[in-house]
């Protein structure tokens, strides 16, 4: 008995024995991967399959992507001693008081290239002031800048180097950016990569139309572009792409929600490249004149004052100056007038006028429509901007 059950035993082994072997061989065997057929059903490489839009686009847009170095005279004021008593400051005046003196000041940014022969944009923050303008190409070459033409209320800047042929970036239509699709931040954060490729940072579109109205140096932002990709110090005047390597903005400045922070948080915003494509051609021509004068001045309207003129309303500016001759007189404007609306927004204080003025892009030459209530009716009178006299 014993016996025919170790003949079965052995003979079973010997069954099961290759079967285990396949099995063996089935686990060993290296697991080959799907292959990614390309358009022409070629089965693509691993190297093929990585590429993607964005890298496409990040290939076409890099060789127009130039670092900006600009060196600048800027006057600083060093504050004199606070010491009231009147013996040291008669004694000592050279000692007591404030002095001014001017001295270089290196900054960088970014740029791109717009034409073959040579223009590059950037925003006027970056160059709009400087004395000397060193533009680097990622292939190493460097060239002297000229600035064509600066416009510093919409914070842009055209400049010129000679040589090339360059290579370009398309310029796309900011009228047609979708919110939420790709963005693509290109340019040379903290002067970090001068002379190499552009550092790359993607994000999408989060936001449109942002408007920020006039800013403490004078610039107006409006209309503007806000992206998550990544923006910092260096990127300013570097293009904002699509993912067709199209330049649909120039990345500008961030927002952090702190003033001690310097660093992106997310919130980055830029410029419409349609405004660029307005701008630029205006510095090409030299159109672009924002040195106007309106002619009137204006007080806060009280409630003692609107109830002297029987004005029952709480919006609006009292007209307590026309100077003669000037834009605001010619168009009719008068004394005592009440200016409710200015470019087609409410007024009630200096911040509301400022952003009202702020609202466009005003040029000598351009209408400036207000709204005045005059002898209980309210007159709608276009002012014609004109050029401001010595």
Same mark, same amino acid.
């Given at each position: 008995?014993?016996?025919?059950?170790?003949?079965?035993? @052995?003979?079973?082994?010997?069954?099961?024995?290759?079967?285990?072997?396949?099995?063996?061989?089935?686990?060993?065997?290296?697991?080959?991967?799907?292959?990614?057929?390309?358009?022409?059903?070629?089965?693509?490489?691993?190297?093929?399959?990585?590429?993607?839009?964005?890298?496409?686009?990040?290939?076409?847009?890099?060789?127009?992507?130039?670092?900006?170095?600009?060196?600048?005279?800027?006057?600083?004021?060093?504050?004199?001693? @606070?010491?009231?008593?009147?013996?040291?400051?008669?004694?000592?005046?050279?000692?007591?008081?404030?002095?001014?003196?001017?001295?270089?000041?290196?900054?960088?940014?970014?740029?791109?290239?717009?034409?073959?022969?040579?223009?590059?944009?950037?925003? $006027?923050?970056?160059?709009?002031?400087?004395?000397?303008?060193?533009?680097?190409?990622? $292939?190493?070459?460097?060239?002297?800048?000229?600035?064509?033409?600066?416009?510093?209320?919409?914070?842009?800047?055209?400049?010129?180097?000679?040589?090339?042929?360059?290579?370009?970036?398309?310029?796309? &239509?900011?009228?047609?950016?979708?919110?939420?699709?790709?963005?693509?931040?290109?340019?040379?954060?903290?002067?970090?990569?001068?002379?190499?490729?552009?550092?790359?940072?993607?994000?999408?579109?989060?936001?449109? &139309?942002?408007?920020?109205?006039?800013?403490?140096?004078?610039?107006?932002?409006?209309?503007?572009?806000?992206? $998550?990709?990544?923006?910092?110090?260096?990127?300013?005047?570097?293009?904002?792409?699509?993912?067709?390597?199209?330049?649909?903005?120039?990345?500008?400045?961030?927002?952090?929600?702190?003033?001690?922070?310097?660093?992106?948080?997310?919130?980055?915003?830029?410029?419409?490249?349609?405004? @660029?494509?307005?701008?630029?051609?205006?510095?090409?021509?030299?159109?672009?004149?924002?040195?106007?004068?309106?002619?009137?001045?204006?007080?806060?309207?009280?409630?003692?004052?609107?109830?002297?003129?029987?004005?029952? &309303?709480?919006?609006?500016?009292?007209?307590?100056?026309?100077?003669?001759?000037?834009?605001?007189?010619?168009?009719?404007?008068?004394?005592?007038?009440? @200016?409710?609306?200015?470019?087609?927004?409410?007024?009630?204080?200096?911040?509301?006028?400022?952003?009202?003025?702020?609202?466009?892009?005003?040029?000598?030459?351009?209408?400036?429509?207000?709204?005045?209530?005059?002898? &209980?009716?309210?007159?709608?009178?276009?002012?014609?901007?004109?050029?401001?006299?010595?």
């Amino acid at each position: 008995m014993y016996r025919l059950l170790l003949v079965v035993f @052995i003979f079973g082994g010997l069954l099961a024995f290759p079967g285990c072997a396949q099995d063996k061989e089935d686990v060993d065997e290296p697991v080959v991967p799907a292959r990614v057929l390309t358009g022409d059903g070629k089965p693509e490489t691993l190297s093929q399959s990585r590429q993607n839009a964005i890298t496409r686009a990040v290939a076409h847009v890099s060789p127009g992507v130039v670092s900006i170095n600009v060196i600048k005279i800027q006057e600083r004021i060093q504050r004199a001693p @606070i010491i009231r008593d009147p013996f040291f400051q008669r004694f000592f005046p050279e000692i007591f008081r404030d002095r001014r003196y001017r001295e270089k000041a290196k900054s960088i940014g970014s740029g791109f290239v717009i034409s073959s022969d040579g223009y590059v944009v950037t925003n $006027d923050h970056v160059a709009g002031n400087g004395t000397e303008i060193t533009v680097s190409f990622p $292939d190493g070459k460097e060239y002297q800048a000229r600035l064509i033409g600066s416009d510093p209320i919409s914070d842009i800047a055209l400049l010129k180097v000679d040589g090339g042929p360059f290579t370009p970036i398309a310029l796309g &239509n900011s009228d047609d950016i979708l919110i939420g699709e790709w963005a693509i931040a290109l340019g040379n954060p903290f002067g970090l990569f001068e002379r190499t490729e552009p550092t790359v940072t993607v994000g999408v579109i989060s936001a449109l &139309n942002r408007n920020f109205g006039r800013v403490d140096e004078g610039r107006i932002y409006q209309d503007m572009i806000q992206t $998550d990709a990544a923006i910092n110090k260096g990127n300013s005047g570097g293009p904002l792409c699509n993912a067709m390597g199209e330049v649909i903005g120039m990345n500008t400045f961030i927002y952090t929600g702190d003033r001690y922070a310097s660093g992106s948080v997310g919130i980055g915003f830029a410029i419409p490249i349609n405004r @660029i494509k307005e701008i630029v051609a205006g510095l090409k021509n030299n159109t672009i004149d924002r040195d106007y004068w309106i002619g009137f001045s204006y007080l806060p309207l009280t409630p003692y004052l609107a109830r002297q003129m029987g004005y029952k &309303n709480n919006k609006g500016i009292y007209v307590g100056r026309i100077t003669r001759f000037s834009p605001a007189d010619k168009a009719g404007v008068e004394l005592g007038d009440i @200016i409710v609306e200015i470019n087609g927004i409410t007024v009630y204080d200096e911040e509301t006028v400022n952003k009202a003025m702020g609202s466009a892009y005003l040029n000598v030459g351009d209408h400036l429509p207000i709204k005045v209530w005059r002898e &209980n009716r309210y007159l709608d009178i276009d002012i014609i901007l004109e050029k401001r006299h010595d």
